[in-house]
């Protein structure tokens, strides 16, 4: 493994470590805590959307007329991630996004859906996040998280783009959690089964291969720029401290809730 990438899982081992131990995995005990869970973390999947399309976007040519961009093989990673978070299957095998995928584990989990549908077909409309928060009651946990996942994709580097996706995204689910499920699905199929597959597709998909692909992306797109890896080591390293502070909102709703 490239000696930079080893720097980096040494550096943000701590933090990493603390998603995975995070107190809001101990207070969700019931379906009922399961949703209030889902409605924060559901603006999580969609940003990591954003930032996977803003990937393809810098590093493919997404126009026409069409020019080769960049390295062949960063290029390759990238679609090759894409394929499997846009258009995966779902328990019946029919062609969904992972986002597509959540909707319909929180449908079924019987979570409110209506802020984070709200909040997108606004955004769609209008481009404007602060009324589309407001608008659809974002939690501000939530806000903050998709705040800072934009500010990055707009500072235009595809490697700091590439590091927070590689990093501090969808593989930081504990064992735990994912048995806790289980076990929800053996007396409640019907709630459960969706969220439990979603789960499952994250570790075969997003946990084995994906990461895989996307540390070598973000090798690639560092190279041996000193500067690059420094900024981030340190864009890296706030991205985990933003998903400990959206999993600190989802503990205090849960909490708020049993009280």
Request: with cysteine.
């Amino acid at each position: 493994m490239n000696s930079k990438i080893t720097e980096i899982n040494n550096n943000i081992a701590a933090l990493r470590e603390a998603i995975v131990k995070h107190k809001v995995y101990s207070v969700i005990n019931s379906v009922a805590d399961l949703r209030i869970f889902m409605q924060y973390h559901v603006y999580a999947v969609w940003d990591f959307m954003s930032l996977l399309k803003t990937l393809q976007n810098n590093l493919t040519c997404t126009r026409v007329p069409w020019f080769p961009v960049g390295d062949a093989n960063t290029r390759y990673l990238i679609n090759e991630i894409v394929i499997g978070e846009e258009s995966d299957v779902d328990l019946n095998g029919i062609r969904k996004s992972h986002f597509e995928l959540y909707l319909d584990a929180m449908q079924q989990c019987g979570a409110d859906t209506q802020s984070i549908l709200k909040f997108t077909s606004l955004l769609q409309n209008n481009n404007d996040f602060a009324s589309a928060f407001k608008a659809s009651n974002t939690p501000q946990a939530a806000q903050d998280f998709v705040n800072f996942t934009f500010s990055v994709i707009k500072s235009n580097k595809p490697y700091l783009q590439s590091a927070i996706f590689t990093f501090g995204r969808e593989d930081l689910i504990p064992g735990m959690f994912i048995s806790m499920i289980n076990d929800m699905n053996k007396t409640m199929p019907e709630n459960i089964s969706n969220f439990k597959y979603y789960l499952e597709r994250h570790i075969e998909v997003d946990g084995d291969n994906h990461s895989h692909l996307a540390i070598q992306m973000t090798s690639n797109l560092c190279g041996e720029n000193e500067q690059y890896w420094q900024e981030v080591n340190t864009t890296t390293l706030e991205s985990l401290k933003m998903r400990i502070r959206l999993w600190d909102g989802a503990y205090d709703a849960i909490v708020a809730n049993k009280n």
